[in-house]
């Protein structure tokens, strides 16, 4: 069992920046893939960023290849999203997701934390 709780959200003008953190409970935090999931008004929740158990391997939506960085750290149980050159389409709330395998669908994590709003003003 994992329990993610994330941190960081804000508002935040247009070509700003955030670094959204999520720390998770449990001894086992180095044996999950770690991705963030976002979910505007009206949407559906959307794929952002994942990182596979030893940080090794990454992989982005193409909506924020380039602007995103997702990175983790296993000493301290934390995963983070480094969020550059932000445009108000980024806003939504951000999900921090938990895994066993690296997904780009969301609907295949098992464990989920409760979210950050972000939302980017024009």
């Known amino acids: 069992q994992v329990q993610l709780v994330e941190s960081g959200g804000g508002l935040v003008q247009a070509g700003g920046s955030l670094r959204l953190s999520c720390a998770a409970s449990g001894r086992t935090f180095s044996r999950y893939a770690m991705a963030w999931v976002r979910q505007a008004p009206g949407k559906e929740r959307e794929f952002v960023a994942a990182?596979?158990?030893?940080?090794?391997?990454?992989a982005y939506a193409d909506s924020v290849k380039g602007r995103f960085t997702i990175s983790r750290d296993n000493a301290k149980n934390t995963v983070y999203l480094q969020m550059n050159s932000l445009k108000p389409e980024d806003t939504a709330v951000y999900y921090c997701?938990?895994?066993?395998?690296?997904?780009?669908?969301?609907?295949?994590?098992?464990?989920w934390g409760q979210g950050t709003q972000v939302t980017v003003s024009s």
């Open positions: 990182v596979n158990w030893s940080g090794g391997s990454t």
């Open positions: 997701a938990a895994d066993q395998t690296t997904w780009t669908d969301p609907g295949r994590y098992v464990y």
